[in-house]
């Protein structure tokens, strides 16, 4: 499975939309960011004719990378349910 993401700069801050692809999707593949296809993932009123508005795509990762890019825990990870105190 590939995934990439959508960070959408607005006039309240930015919004990260991730997006689940087609395997072999390649750039090229990836649709223009328009309004409609901000509102087709959730945006509530997209408006990217606006100065202060933009959006692109992020890196095309398959979901495998995304485990590899996560931090290293530092020790282990002790649970402390069913201790008795």
């Given at each position: 499975?590939?995934?990439?993401?959508?960070?959408?700069?607005?006039r309240f801050g930015t919004d990260?939309?991730?997006?689940?692809?087609?395997d072999r999707t390649?750039?090229?593949?990836?649709p223009?960011?328009?309004?409609?296809?901000l509102r087709r993932l959730g945006?509530?009123?997209p408006e990217l004719e606006r100065e202060d508005e933009s959006a692109?795509?992020?890196?095309?990762?398959?979901?495998?990378?995304?485990?590899?890019l996560r931090r290293p825990r530092s020790g282990k990870r002790r649970s402390k349910l069913g201790r008795s105190r």
């Open positions: 499975m590939l995934i990439s993401h959508i960070a959408y700069h607005h990260v939309l991730v997006v689940r692809l087609p390649t750039e090229s593949d990836l223009p960011i328009d309004n409609p296809l945006v509530f009123q692109e795509w992020g890196p095309i990762l398959a979901a495998g990378q995304l485990l590899r």
